[in-house]
């Protein structure tokens, strides 16, 4: 190999290294101190009580019965997903930090929305430039739905990262378009479904959200609603 070419090699390597390196640091550093001042306010008002709606319920499911008589216990319509998800983190948490299920509850609720702030994130890579995302970051931590369901144990703690995570999903299907992203996208709706029957009202607004955002055209949208409604039934 004639040394030109070689140093042409060593300098698309080197470019596609120094590329990588800023796209994670964008990643990693970009909302980063902004992080680190907000998740430790959250985690200071996370309850060690239950304060709302049937939080009580799911705690006397899963401290009283097994995994697999729980995810088959509650009222209607049941919260399979959700039981089994509460269930096996919950008991970790209880047996790892010595907590009571109560603040054990709330605390899954807290770790969820990170998961849901994470993912938001990664959404704003796709619809705003570098300097509006850090903004929107900040809108959306504030934003009292989130505070509540990272901060208290709801349905909506788990329900709404895996709509957020549907959305990204989605968004990388449309760019990449690859099975793997296809497939991920159905399995989110079907987790969605198994938290809450509530999810068939959430499931439209994905796609109205991605075509609004001028992503994806309206023709290509109908090639994957059928697929959806397969996972839906």
């Keep these: 190999m004639d040394l030109p070419h070689r140093e042409m090699l060593y300098m698309r390597k080197k470019k596609w290294w120094s590329n990588k390196l800023e796209s994670k640091w964008q990643l990693l550093y970009g909302p980063l101190p902004f992080l680190l001042l907000l998740l430790p306010l959250y985690f200071l008002a996370v309850n ?4 709302f709606y049937d939080a009580p319920e799911y705690i006397k499911i899963i401290s009283e019965n097994s995994f697999l ?48 702030v994470i993912i938001f994130w990664k959404i704003t890579k796709y619809l705003l430039k570098e ?10 931590c504030l934003f009292p ?6 901060t208290n144990l709801l349905v909506e703690s788990l329900l709404f990262p895996l709509y957020l995570f549907s ?15 296809l497939y991920l996208f ?14 068939l009202l959430w499931i439209p607004t994905i796609f ?8 994806t055209k309206a ?15």
């Design 48 to 51: 060690k009580s239950l304060l």
């Design 69 to 116: 008589k729980a995810i088959s216990m509650g009222h209607q319509p049941i919260h399979p997903v959700f039981i089994a998800d509460l269930w096996i983190s919950m008991r970790l948490m209880q047996f790892v930090f010595n907590i009571s299920y109560e603040y054990a509850a709330n605390l899954y609720a807290y770790l969820n929305g990170i998961v849901g």
């Design 131 to 140: 300097r509006l995302r850090i903004a929107a970051l900040a809108i959306f």
């Design 145 to 150: 739905v989130v505070f509540i369901t990272s």
């Design 167 to 181: 959305i990204y999903i989605l968004l990388n299907y449309y760019k990449n378009k690859t099975r793997k992203h």
């Design 186 to 199: 159905l399995l989110s709706i079907f987790l969605m479904l198994g938290v809450h029957v509530q999810a």
């Design 208 to 215: 109205i959200f991605i075509f609004l955002t001028g992503k």
């Design 219 to 233: 023709l290509e949208l109908k090639k994957i609603i059928p697929k959806t409604l397969f996972a839906v039934i």
